[in-house]
């Protein structure tokens, strides 16, 4: 047994000399070079895409496996790269492989030959505005024709999943408020209240909504405004205080005790963002690897424009001067359609884009905040 | 060599570098694993190359200790149904006996071949030597059980297994060691049991060590060296020389099986130089192994095939636990270490120091039976089985005093004094930082990848090659998952299968129990030692269901 011992000993001490530096060296992304027998340095592609599952050509060869991949023992210089998925607009580029680097492509969003878009109601709307937790305002002029739309269904890896959408009328037949018209409304992002301004029998009202509740639960505090205000904003983690801003002063509205303070300037609380007058024009998708932007009437999508030249991809046209949304949550995209005014959602990512993986701000996309050179 | 093996009453110069050498290992194990965290946080790169060339060494440490736990596990099972007595028989008229069996073709299948095979050789080296050999009749066994904390229920099941062996009762001699400060219902159960066994063998007392001996430590070593020492005297008084007298010190819950004491005769019969030797079995750890929580079980386990492994090299076995040795070398080294926790190494040590490099241990293909660490819940079970293992780790505590020995000693050999160096520094180095190198390290460079780093080829193709690793690793768990559930005792439950089932799945946790279990204690005990916070000997928590 001990020399059976030694002699194993030996041929396993011999085994790992050879194949550790081999291995360290391969890992290096040293290889040897078939035909010329010679040691190169090569460098690797990662390619993940979104739909993942793809089927990826490299230089005219089917890679063995499916998106998300890792393309190894590429020569230095550039290689042509084909993605091909069902129901998608192939993505062909020529990609630049340096020796014991690696090239990635995360995130790749594959353009659908037709955006699947779905007519969330066919009611006419003047404009949408967002809430928190899943929860759209579809606007008109007359108050009983305001809708709330709630997005429902599971968040899963896959978009795929049908989300229902839940239409109720924000203010009832029978409501006291039903007959008026709407002037404007104050909304903070990730607050789930909405402050509606009103003429209500030529009277001007402004009603407090928590959106939180179902139904919405709607109070009338016009009586703790002593002009109207130019502005009105909150804090979104503050459920009780609101700020009016009038032309020459600021006060703080205290909704629950409806008692009312003189602010200065200097005491405003900060994260007291108000939401921007101009309508949401482009939003950063996709890890923001892409962006969606509205040109005139036209949303379009710009994908990343690394080792190619732009592409714009045109998706809908909304209605001019409207807000447009992006969710997150579910990848998609609400609009008013341009022609019928009919609220609309477009599904833009088919999947969660992948997250986290530390990619070299070099191999990035680089989308400046104005979008991308048109 | 004379050697005083003990790290204390130094001259200053010795005590230096006793000290140095006790901060050596921690220092050590500390550097490599801070050094490859910081390696992963600023170095990636060559944290990736170092952490891939670890595991690399490590599969085929894997690997290689497969085909021996393997082999070992084979010729564990070749010797099962061995017939010692008969064989020690045969050796009393060894010429004549020698002839008879090479002549005739031994047994149908390969196992008693080849079981054959090792017998007939050992008997031709045996012969070779041109050594005496005592007769079977004139070798006597002396077994002590240090007691201190231990029940009748653990001490009892012990001593029956002992009065079962096919070995002659009255060539054997039991002492109980017992501590003074042991409570009155230990001692009680162990003058009880005196009584009841005292004219089943040729002498069964108790010798009680006093608490407060000067120069000793609070250690097992010092009762049991007590003990032998009173042994000494009786065999004395018998007139039986101590080279035909074997002692084997067992911790008192070790149940031998039924032909261990006919085993070890036989190995030290055909031993030429069984003066200087120690023979080692197998410990199994099946006493309670049912009623232990999952990972103690699988712990355990593991120790078991640590030794399975180790026995398939003698030239680095080194003692452990319970085992047996010549009592004329237990005399001449002069007992156990009085002042350090790992005597069962330490015995080895100092025998080895002691003649001058010419001692060895010898494996043996037979088991005993211990407990499994068990307190009396999960929490302390685990608490439990930690301070076992440290306290083995304790271990750790011979290495500054051979290396003392070694660097004084002009009569071993230098190979031999690099080849034990190297393994008692390299064995203790990577069971303090395998573990966490394997578990938690090795994730580190991809952890904490900068940009520079993420945009490598090395990125992308560590996790690759790490799991092709731990694949082949999966493997070698697989075959071991197999061995351990065909070692497993037979439990008499109604689903046995299932209980075999959650024991395969068991095997799971390895990852977690390599850092908890043994790199962490095994840390821990090289922290205390470089920072000169010396263990105090720890009773392991024994229970058994009734």
Redesign the interface.
């Given at each position: 047994?001990?020399w059976?011992?030694k002699i194993?000993?030996y041929i396993?001490t011999v085994?790992?000399l050879i194949?550790?530096p081999l291995?360290?060296a391969?890992?290096?992304?040293f290889v040897i070079n078939p035909q010329t027998h010679h040691i190169v340095k090569?460098?690797?592609v990662?390619v993940s895409t979104n739909p993942p599952d793809a089927a990826v050509y490299i230089d005219g060869c089917l890679a063995h496996q499916k998106t998300p991949t890792?393309l190894?023992d590429l020569a230095p210089g550039e290689h042509f790269i084909r993605i091909e998925h069902n129901g998608y607009n192939d993505w062909e580029r020529n990609v630049p492989i340096v020796g014991?680097?690696?090239t990635?492509l995360a995130n790749i969003l594959l353009i659908p030959e037709k955006w699947p878009i779905y007519k969330i109601s066919s009611r006419p709307y003047q404009n949408i505005i967002f809430a928190a937790d899943d929860i759209l305002i579809a606007t008109n002029p007359g108050l009983k024709s305001i809708d709330i739309i709630h997005t429902t269904g599971g968040i899963t890896e896959n978009f795929k999943e049908e989300h229902t959408y839940d239409i109720s009328p924000l203010f009832s037949r029978n409501s006291i408020y039903a007959s008026g018209s709407l002037v404007r409304v104050f909304n903070v992002l990730q607050s789930p209240f909405i402050l509606i301004e009103a003429s209500i029998k030529d009277k001007h009202r402004f009603l407090w909504v928590n959106l939180k509740e179902n139904p919405p639960l709607i109070e009338d505090i016009s009586d703790l405004f002593g002009e109207i205000p130019t502005r009105v904003a909150w804090n979104n983690t503050d459920n009780e205080n609101i700020f009016a801003f009038y032309p020459h002063s600021i006060c703080r509205i205290n909704i629950k005790d409806k008692s009312i303070f003189p602010q200065g300037p200097k005491g405003l609380p900060e994260g007291l963002v108000p939401m921007p007058n101009n309508p949401m024009e482009r939003f950063l998708i996709n890890d923001n690897n892409d962006l969606l932007i509205r040109r005139g009437s036209w949303i379009r999508l710009y994908p990343k424009k690394e080792f190619a030249s732009p592409q714009a991809y045109d998706i809908a046209q909304s209605r001019p001067s409207t807000n447009m949304y992006f969710e997150e949550k579910n990848g998609e995209l609400f609009y008013l359609d341009n022609g019928s005014g009919s609220l609309c959602a477009a599904r833009i990512l088919p999947y969660h884009p992948i997250l986290n993986?530390?990619?070299?701000?070099?191999?990035r996309t680089k989308i400046s905040s104005n979008g991308p050179n048109l | 060599m004379k050697f005083h093996y003990s790290k204390e009453n130094l001259k200053t110069g010795q005590a230096k570098l006793q000290r140095f050498l006790e901060i050596l290992p921690g220092a050590c194990s500390w550097s490599v694993l801070l050094g490859l965290i910081l390696l992963s946080i600023f170095f990636p790169f060559i944290a990736a190359i170092l952490i891939v060339a670890f595991y690399l060494s490590w599969i085929m440490r894997i690997l290689y200790s497969t085909i021996f736990l393997v082999l070992s596990y084979l010729q564990l099972n070749i010797e099962k149904n061995t017939d010692w007595i008969g064989r020690i028989q045969g050796i009393d008229r060894l010429a004549v006996y020698i002839k008879e069996i090479s002549s005739k073709r031994f047994g149908r299948h390969w196992r008693q071949r080849i079981s054959h095979k090792n017998h007939l050789r050992q008997l031709n080296e045996l012969l070779e030597a041109q050594v005496p050999t005592p007769a079977s009749k004139d070798i006597y066994h002396l077994v002590i059980f240090p007691v201190i904390k231990e029940g009748r229920e653990i001490i009892e099941p012990a001593i029956e297994a002992i009065s079962r062996q096919n070995f002659h009762l009255k060539q054997m001699v039991i002492v109980f060691a017992l501590e003074e400060r042991a409570a009155p219902t230990v001692q009680s159960a162990v003058h009880d049991l005196v009584k009841k066994y005292k004219n089943v063998f040729l002498d069964c007392f108790a010798v009680v060590h006093p608490a407060l001996v000067p120069g000793e430590a609070r250690v097992k070593g010092a009762n049991a060296t007590c003990a032998a020492k009173k042994a000494a005297a009786l065999f004395q008084s018998h007139h039986i020389p101590f080279e035909n007298v074997i002692i084997s010190c067992f911790d008192a819950d070790t149940v031998v099986s039924l032909n261990y004491f006919s085993c070890l005769t036989y190995h030290f019969m055909v031993c030429p130089d069984r003066q200087r030797a120690s023979f080692q079995p197998i410990p199994v750890y099946h006493n309670n192994i049912w009623n232990v929580p999952g990972f103690a079980r699988v712990v355990e386990t593991g120790s078991s095939f640590y030794l399975l492994i180790e026995a398939t090299n003698p030239e680095k076995l080194v003692t452990f636990s319970s085992h047996s040795m010549s009592f004329k070398a237990l005399v001449d080294v002069d007992y156990w270490p009085v002042d350090m926790i790992s005597d069962d190494s330490a015995i080895f040590w100092k025998a080895y120091i002691h003649y001058d490099g010419q001692y060895q241990v010898i494996p043996m293909y037979v088991t005993l039976s211990m407990d499994v660490a068990c307190a009396n819940n999960w929490w302390q079970t685990a608490k439990s089985v930690y301070k076992q293992k440290q306290r083995w780790a304790w271990g750790v505590e011979n290495f500054p005093i051979v290396i003392r020995a070694f660097l004084r000693s002009k009569k071993i050999p230098l190979y031999e004094k690099l080849r034990h160096s190297f393994k008692l520094f390299e064995g203790h180095l990577s069971w303090a930082t395998s573990g966490f190198i394997l578990s938690i390290i090795g994730w580190l460079p991809v952890i904490f990848a900068r940009r520079e780093f993420a945009a490598s080829v090395v990125y992308y193709n560590v996790p690759d090659i790490v799991n092709t690793i731990f694949v082949l690793g999966f493997f070698s768990i697989c075959i071991t998952i197999v061995l351990s559930l065909s070692l497993l005792p037979k439990t008499k439950i109604r689903y046995r299968w299932l209980l075999k089932l959650g024991h395969a799945l068991e095997w799971l946790m390895v990852p977690f129990i390599l850092v908890l279990f043994s790199a962490l204690p095994a840390l821990h005990a090289q922290t205390r030692l470089m920072r000169g916070r010396y263990l105090e000997f720890w009773v392991t928590d024994k229970h058994r269901a009734k």
């Open positions: 047994m001990l059976t011992r194993v000993f396993f085994i790992y194949i550790c291995i360290v391969r890992m290096l992304g090569t460098g690797l990662y890792v190894r014991k680097k690696a990635v993986i530390p990619i070299p701000e070099s191999m | -």
